[in-house]
């Protein structure tokens, strides 16, 4: 659940999605709120990248050059209350509106100061996820969202929820929302393409199914998804809670981060009423003390913390006890509100996972697509047989790129 950066050698213009430089959207608009125009990747551009990261055999995939934007766009955070939000949208420059509009939701950056709205305009290095969005819309000549998340972009003044269902699942369909109103302007007159495809990895993956999820639960939209593809997410947040907290072994200060970032998030978002000092041991709780217990954005692994690594050392005996024994009814309805397990989707969702991934635990895509199918749902899954969490990644994108080829097909 980290973010991944691709060093290749082509220069964007740097440039961030500032009020000063924008021109303001008509009054009329419920969601977007203003533009601004970004660079030019060529297709010989993407195709040199392709080939010199070791991605050849896609470079004859590239179709067209990609324009990329700015985006800002309003939604809500808390529920009720309203808020700007950003992302980056990428057009391919031989648009095909026929082509289903495209939503990749990224992984998890451990810097609020990064957001692809920002990085899909500033020089190197470039984001894995703007990489794969640009190669994407130029090979399929189609339209891409990459949503930000609250917390990222124009909102990174807020805190940033992570893996927050209702709020990844409002803000991407908002985005959506905003990118129809742009496409519907007389100076821009781009067709709108109401069906989606939805993708994502680690907490993209998440992120692809709490959309999914709030675009079937909106059928008033008009809105369709074709396919969604998530990979290793924590769709499962009880099961995996309960799979950390039994581990016996060091979990490390990088999976501690994203695992207690959570935790902050159910304490801001869920009010969750256990105090600090009821959850960590007394040793580390003096430790997540001493920094004002800032758990977000990977803290606990940029200030080195010298907290205990195993589980069960590091937390209360008393909160392992609740987790584990089922007695601590607060935190496991949190968790259960907050998981997607008990989705049933209404479109096809592929599922792709790392059978040995010690981030994201299997146990979370297992749960799901075990539940998924069991209700007759249109679920597939592939598997990476001893893939963790990073050599799982190539399987995902040719997953990715193989149902985005198949849906090219298609039209043709």
């Known amino acids: 659940m980290k973010k991944l950066l691709i060093p290749f050698l082509l220069l964007l213009a740097a440039a961030g999605c500032t009020k000063e430089a924008t021109e303001q959207q008509p009054v009329q608009n419920d969601y977007l709120v203003r533009t601004e125009a970004g660079s030019i990747m060529t297709k010989e551009m993407l195709k040199f990248a392709l080939s010199s990261q070791g991605y050849g055999q896609y470079a004859q995939l590239m ?15 808390p529920k009720g209350n309203k808020i700007s939000a950003s992302g980056a949208l990428l057009v391919s420059e031989s648009y095909n509106p026929r082509f289903p509009l495209v939503v990749l939701n990224h992984s998890t950056y451990g810097d609020r100061n990064s957001a692809p709205s920002k990085d899909v305009k500033n020089p190197l290095p470039a984001l894995m996820d703007i990489f794969l969005g640009m190669a994407i819309a130029s090979a399929f ?9 609250i917390g990222y972009g124009e909102s990174q003044s807020v805190t940033h929820p992570y893996m927050h269902g209702e709020s990844l699942g409002q803000a991407g369909l908002d985005f959506i929302r905003a990118f ?26 998440y992120a692809a199914v709490a959309l999914h999820k709030a675009i079937d639960n909106h059928p008033a939209e008009g809105l369709k998804v074709h396919k969604s593809v998530a990979g290793a997410g924590a769709y499962d947040l009880e099961a995996f809670s309960k799979e950390v907290i039994a581990n016996p072994q060091p979990l490390g200060l990088r999976m501690l981060s994203s695992y207690l970032w959570v935790l902050e998030m159910y304490k801001n978002d869920f009010r969750y009423s256990k105090a600090y000092a009821d959850i960590f041991s007394e040793a580390d709780n003096a430790l997540l003390q001493s920094i004002g217990y800032d758990l977000a954005y990977h803290s606990i692994e940029t200030n080195k913390l010298p907290i205990h ?16 024994n089922e007695t601590d009814d607060e935190f496991l309805r949190i968790s259960r509100e907050n998981s997607l397990v008990d989705f049933t989707p209404k479109d096809s969702l592929i599922f792709v996972w790392g059978d040995a991934d010690r981030w994201v635990y299997p146990v979370n895509s297992e749960n799901i697509y075990n539940a998924m199918r069991s209700k007759g749902c249109k679920v597939a899954s592939f598997v990476q047989p001893g893939g963790d969490h990073n ?3 190539p399987l995902y994108v040719e997953i990715v790129l193989g149902r985005l080829q198949a849906m090219d097909d298609e039209l043709r």
């Open 180 to 205: 129809r109103e742009y496409a519907a302007d007389p100076t821009v007159a781009l067709p709108f393409n109401s069906h989606v495809f939805i993708t994502g990895y680690s907490e993209g993956g």
């Open 63 to 77: 179709q067209s050059d990609v324009r990329s934007l700015c985006v800002v766009y309003a939604t809500e955070y």
């Open 391 to 393: 050599t799982t990644l």
């Open 309 to 324: 690594e195993v589980a069960t050392e590091l937390f209360h005996p008393n909160f392992v006890s609740g987790i584990l």
């Open 141 to 149: 000549n189609c339209a891409l969202l990459l949503p930000d998340y």
